[in-house]
């Protein structure tokens, strides 16, 4: 299982020069953080659901969006084609009552209408609308998701941790069925994760 390391990652880091320099203890927690500073520029980012849950939209647009693969940094974008049906996060949607408003990241903005196992929502318009939730989204074209998560090997007490690695099931948009084995992508909300085989990813760093 490869977590994507970068060489020499460490030694790019001012962050940890300064720890090596204090002679303090480096902890693995201080090591993720810095190997993980390169790819917050070289890496494309896809949108990625657990608990998924498919809303309905009434009265939305069929469309089709350009979204680039990083806010900042040149990587490239896809285009996704919607259509009023969408995979959004259990845990962010059960947070909203009906009446809510909420937008769909890059998208536009929503009304939850019912809430519960078999949620809806209206359209509300394009525009954005400041101090609303903006929830992820993955039409239903999106692909199944599972990533390897690996923990510390011992607790505390140096007892060994048999919860050190877990199996994360969930969807991710169908971009992310193009990355080759080996790649390295963000999921905001996860974290990197490298493609460490054709139906598995592992997480490298949060």
Known sequence: MNR?????????????????AAKEDQSLADLLAANGLPLNTRCGQRAELRRRMLLAVEGAPEKTVTLPFHPTADLGSRSIRTAGRFYLPGDDLEKLSAGSVFRLIDLYNLELVESGETPRAKYLGDGLVQGTPKLQWATLAGVRLSVLEPGLLFDDAGKFNEGSLKTVEGVAEEAASGLAVGEVVQFPRFGFCRKDSPERMVLAHK
Request: no cysteine.
């Open 4 to 20: 994507g390391w970068q060489i020499n990652a460490e030694l790019d880091s001012g962050e940890v020069r300064k720890i090596v």
